[in-house]
Nanobody, 119 residues
Framework: QVQLLESGGGLVEAGGSLRLSCAAS????????MGWFRQPPGKQRELVAV???????NYAESVKGRFTISRDNAKNTVYLQMNSLKPEDTAVYYC?????????????WGQGTQVTVSS
């Protein structure tokens, strides 16, 4: 059974920083794309950042230059460094990973972690 465990959310003032982590565990052959989505209050879930198995990254326009996604393949972990946080970054953040187990690949999701940015 594969699980994604997120950590690092919390309350921070505008202009501050947070670092989210998401570790995959279980029977894992390899991990393809990993990334982060977020769901602001009353809004739909939106893509924040993705990183491929070859460490190619892509970001939502709203976070470019402020957020950095990275991964540690040895630890099956993806990170999201968030700097210069704004109140509009307030959301539940979800990580995902496209994981190959034996012969198939499946997208798994973390449980979500709350990030609240006060003005």
């Amino acid at each position: 059974q594969v699980q994604l465990l997120e950590s690092g959310g919390g309350l921070v003032e505008a202009g501050g920083s947070l670092r989210l982590s998401c570790a995959a565990s279980g029977i894992i052959f390899s991990i393809k794309t990993m990334g982060w989505f977020r769901q602001p209050p009353g809004k739909q879930r939106e893509l924040v950042a993705v990183i491929t198995g070859g460490s190619v990254t892509n970001y939502a326009e709203s976070v470019k230059g402020r957020f950095t996604i990275s991964r540690d393949n040895a630890k099956n972990t993806v990170y999201l460094q968030m700097n210069s946080l704004k109140p509009e970054d307030t959301a539940v953040y979800y990580c995902y990973a496209d994981i190959v187990t034996r012969v198939i690949s499946t997208v798994y999701w973390g449980q979500g972690t709350q990030v609240t940015v006060s003005s």
